[in-house]
């Protein structure tokens, strides 16, 4: 079974973001996986059906899952019924102390959706806002929670290519870096197909 690696962005290749060949029909990325993994850094400890509600998949994907994590030693069982995150799994996945305050947080996922409608209704813009979702522990409700997770993506309205050149990668990051401004509240990066399966809320404005 191939080795899950910390990575400075979580893996964007479908093939080598499944945990292994035989866990492959649980569909379940890495980085999905990972996403997890970081909602839990304020429990002392979680159960199969927490990362099945979270991942949106069925029970029996997500004991798949726990045991490619487990093999990793990104998390343990701890009582019957109830695994908890090692310190392995709490840096892979990026977790930092939860301290935010919910209401900071909507707050700033209000002001990016007003960014987000005004650059779609922009003619101007370079990239029109396809899909916008929020997702993370602020989530779950309690007192406090770390930054938000933010996945956007970005059609560019030139009609050219290159979509994938470093040039407009590079371009799109400091897009991104800008819609976001100065706020530590968000962590904003490019979607992934992943992003828009899991739980999430949308920042795009009704149709």
Excluded: C
Excluded at 105 to 123: G, H
């Amino acid at each position: 079974m191939p080795r899950l690696t910390r990575q400075s962005h979580p893996p964007k290749d479908k093939t080598s973001g499944k945990f292994s060949a035989a866990d492959a029909k649980a569909s379940v990325s890495a980085a999905a996986a990972f996403s997890f993994l970081k909602e839990t850094k304020g429990l002392l400890t979680w159960t199969p059906s927490d990362l099945a509600k979270s991942l949106t998949i069925s029970l029996a994907q997500a004991k798949q899952v726990l045991a490619a994590l487990e093999m990793q030693g990104y998390i343990k069982p701890h009582a019957t019924g109830e695994w908890l995150t090692t310190l392995a799994g709490e840096t892979v996945s990026g977790a930092k102390t939860p301290r935010l305050t919910p209401e900071s947080i909507e707050e700033a996922l209000a002001n990016l959706r007003s960014r987000i409608k005004l650059v779609n209704q922009d003619s101007k813009s370079p990239y029109k806002i396809t899909h916008a979702v929020a997702f993370g522990d602020f989530l779950s409700g309690q007192a406090r929670a770390q930054a938000a997770d933010v996945g956007i993506q970005l059609v560019s309205r030139k009609s050219e290519g290159g979509e994938h050149s470093k040039k407009e990668q590079v371009a799109r990051l400091a897009f991104l870096k800008q819609l976001r401004g100065k706020t530590q509240m968000l962590n904003v990066r490019l979607y992934e197909e992943w992003m828009g399966t899991r739980t999430h809320r949308s920042l795009l404005s009704s149709k």
